[in-house]
């Protein structure tokens, strides 16, 4: 102990000197150990990773008054939370969302909100967002931010999580859903927009010669362009890129490392059943899958999704003795790559061998 506080070992100390120091050692490790216990809970959200769907930092404007004003939620490729029918999905137009708070109007990162749309709370059921009645007093959502703590701003990416189970919302394909977190990621990150923002609009479409790149961490590029609310398109001078949509959008990303060139935007179910180690095809899972395992729901569009997308590609299925020709492994080989070389000696073997059956010369 003498020796960590940089204390002479030569010298020794009187027992009233000694005991001041054991005592001040000890309240410090008590109150380390309350912290951690108190905030044990909040540790568990405030874990960050740099995920796919992270905005590009923009330059904050404080809003300390946030609570109890209206915002828009932005989704990461230029889209709006929307209230409509009583439930909350996505949409090219963004609703107003209050944000209500009881006490101080400032809001931090980790506080505990609800949300009114048109006068009315929202309200969870099941995995659902719904827009409850006038007479509800509607569920809590903590809001956190993707990055750093502190005071919430206009434009700052934050996660919106349910106060009963930390649940986080996340977009699939025109809907919002309640999933678990997983793998330290709380899902979707909604850009915070004032009412008082740009008159421009960022519109996102797929890329017609975009393609799923392994270099670039399994992600497409995305056609991202400005307009005037009626539609004309501005040039780059008159665009606010503060608010600009990020440009790239996450693929399928297999267990072992495989990239496919399947998108969520694709709303398209991978065929066959390599991809995942129960062996299933997307028509055999349910509902239940897809709303707790985040492989299936990235695999599986068109079944996850249901009627509430149209699948934009149609994928050729492996058949018989035969390889599968979207597969690409974890080094972006194609099957054919592997016709003269070992398949069991690859740390990948369980997929490869599954996906290339004819060049792992198994039939």
Sequence with gaps: LWARRGLCTSRLLSPMRLWALLLVA???KSNEAKSNCSNAGLTLVQKRQVSSKLHPELKGVALPGLAGKA???RTWDGKFLHCHGGRVSVADAGSEFVLQKHGSAALYSGDSVTLACAGRRLSILQDEIQVGSPAEMGDAFILQKQQGDGLLQENDAIYLLSTKDLQALRVEGNELKLRLAENDNFGEA????GL?????RWVVVPDPE???DATLRCHRRLKVTCTTPNGTELTFPECDHEHRPWSYEPCFKSPLGACIDVAQS???DIPGSWWNPDGKTCQEYAAPDCRRNELVRSACGQTCNGNSCNPKKVLPVQAGCQDDPIYRSAFNWHCAWFKQRNCSAYLFKDELMKACKKSCKLC
């Design 26 to 28: 000890s309240t410090v």
């Design 71 to 73: 915002v828009r939620f």
């Design 190 to 193: 909604f850009v915070v927009e």
């Design 196 to 200: 008082t923002g740009p008159r421009n």
């Design 210 to 212: 975009g393609f799923c």
């Design 266 to 268: 694709d709303c398209t």
